[in-house]
Each structure stands twice: as structure tokens, then as C-alpha cells.
């Protein structure tokens, strides 16, 4: 039987991941202590490892595919097959930003400032890169945790760090002077398996059903019935992806209308419809939307 061996990522995202596997249809159980979790999916093996050395894993061919981050296929260097990219995050639904950060009180103002100064961080050759590109010399260390504390205490000058929210940036009284990058989680391959019929088709139609379940995630169905006097008018009230479906109750003069919105418009969109006469109004979450 063909297998496909697929890395999932330690770490902070590992749940969420395993959480968008789920939505996508594949059950994931982690087990403690063990790095290699069960799926109900006889066509997949899966291992978890650092999102930092998925590319390098999937790049040597001792896995086929992984999920990682793009700042860490950027770091890496890497040369694997980039399947998509899947926007999702431990805590918010945007790309997370690797910035420039010193000390609330430090006189570097801008990035001509850091010259001769030392930086640490976790990036180390994405950091080293940026400063050559602009001709700023700065000492850079690889910082094995804690990055925000070094700069708080002195130990150097300024950090390279990632943030979604900002807040532990904040809660230590830093200041950002610079925005190096956004990244966001990516979906890699190694070049041979994705030159492999059976892995390639294995791999795109498990990209197609994770992102439909990442396009679901901030949408859901609605469904209510309008008569036929006021059916332009609730129509006219509706955003959709595509045209609203539109079908007539039996044998009455009323119509079933069924359509597919942003989370966030239907707190305000609902009253609306009401107002204008749609009735039954049913809202109900979405698992994929390809």
C-alpha cells in the first residue's frame, strides 16, 4: 500500500493544526511522549517536529510533505515544492511579523542606529541577510529563547522576534522600530515525491481540503424563507460568495433562500432580514468551502 510520510509541526501550533486536520476530515491522536501520532488514515504516516527543521526533513526526503512557516523555509533556505500556503495561527487569523524591537528607553530610533550594535534572535540568516541588503553592520547571536528579556537586561541591543499580538513585546517595554517580514503557516513537499503521481495526487487533494476548512472558518450558511412580494428586497440584503440559491416552497407562493456569510456581518445582517420579512431564519457553521 502507498504511504505518505507528512511532518506536522511541534510546538504552538500543533494543536491548532491538529485541530484544522480535523475540520479537514482526518482525525489526529497525539499520544504523550510520543512523536509519532495516529490519523484514521491508513495512506498517511505522521510525525511531529520542529517547525524550524520541517524543511530540512522534507527537503532530504525523510518526509514527503510537511506543514511549517515560511520564515523558516525562508532561514533554511529551502528548496521543497511550496503545495500553498495556510493562513492560521495559534491565536489570531492573520500572519504572524518577525520585527525589530529595543529597549522603551534606547536611543535607537531607526535601523541606520543599530550600526556597530548587537542583535539576537532565532531568525539568524533571514536577520544577517536584511542588515547586508542595506549595508548596516551589527553583530547578530542566535538567542535559544527568552529573546524579548535580552534586550530588557541589557545583554544586547536589540532583537529579531516574532509576534501575532504584540503583547509580550508590550510587556516587556520594548518598542518596535521596524517590521523585518510577515510569515505565514505553509504547506511544503519534497521535489521527488511531488514528481510521484500517487504522492502529488495525495498531497493536492489534502491541500484542497485544508484550505477549505481554513475558507470556513469565519463563514456560515443561511437559510430562510421569504415571500415571493419580498424576495428582491431580501435578496438585495445579501452578500454571497456567488448568487444566492433560491428555490419555491411547495405549493405556496414563498421561496426558500439559502446563502453563505462572513461570521461577522450576521449579527447585523440578521435583524435586517427579519426586518424585511424573512422568516425562519436558520444559521448553521460550515466544515469546508472549496
Not at 430562510?224 to 440584503?237: A, T
Request: negative net charge.
Amino acid at each position: 500500500m502507498n504511504q505518505l510520510k507528512l511532518g506536522l509541526p511541534k510546538g504552538s501550533l500543533e494543536k491548532a493544526t491538529i485541530a484544522l486536520f480535523e475540520s479537514a476530515g482526518w482525525l489526529i491522536k497525539p499520544t504523550a511522549r510520543n512523536y509519532f501520532p495516529e490519523i484514521d488514515d491508513p495512506e498517511l504516516a505522521c510525525s511531529i517536529c520542529r517547525p524550524q527543521e520541517m524543511s530540512r526533513y522534507v527537503e532530504s526526503g525523510m518526509l514527503d510533505a510537511g506543514i511549517t512557516g515560511k520564515d523558516w523555509t525562508m532561514e533554511n533556505q529551502s528548496e521543497a515544492v511550496l503545495v500553498c500556503d495556510l493562513v492560521y495561527s495559534k491565536v489570531s487569523r492573520r500572519p504572524t511579523r518577525w520585527i525589530i524591537a529595543v529597549a522603551g528607553n534606547s536611543d535607537i530610533r531607526k535601523l541606520e542606529d543599530l550600526e556597530g550594535k548587537k542583535i539576537s534572535t532565532e531568525l539568524v540568516n533571514v536577520a544577517r541577510r536584511f542588515f547586508a541588503s542595506r549595508n548596516i553592520n551589527v553583530e547578530i547571536e542566535f538567542s535559544w529563547g527568552a529573546t524579548e528579556a535580552k534586550v530588557v537586561s541589557g545583554l544586547v541591543d536589540a532583537i529579531v522576534e516574532v509576534t501575532e499580538t504584540e503583547s509580550t513585546i508590550r510587556a516587556h517595554g520594548l518598542r518596535i522600530i521596524h517590521e523585518l517580514m510577515e510569515s505565514n503557516t505553509q504547506f511544503i513537499a519534497n521535489k521527488e515525491s511531488w514528481n510521484d503521481p500517487w504522492k502529488r495526487e495525495k498531497i493536492e487533494n489534502m491541500a484542497m481540503l485544508l484550505q477549505g476548512a481554513l475558507r470556513a472558518d469565519r463563514i456560515v450558511g443561511l437559510k430562510m424563507n421569504v415571500s415571493q412580494e419580498r424576495l428582491d428586497e431580501v435578496v438585495g440584503l445579501l452578500p454571497s460568495l456567488n448568487a444566492p440559491t433560491i428555490a419555491n416552497l411547495y405549493q405556496k407562493s414563498w421561496f426558500s433562500v439559502e446563502t453563505v456569510v462572513s461570521e461577522d456581518e450576521v449579527r447585523d445582517l440578521i435583524p435586517k432580514l427579519k426586518k424585511h420579512g424573512a422568516e425562519g431564519i436558520i444559521e448553521y457553521s460550515l466544515n469546508k468551502v472549496i
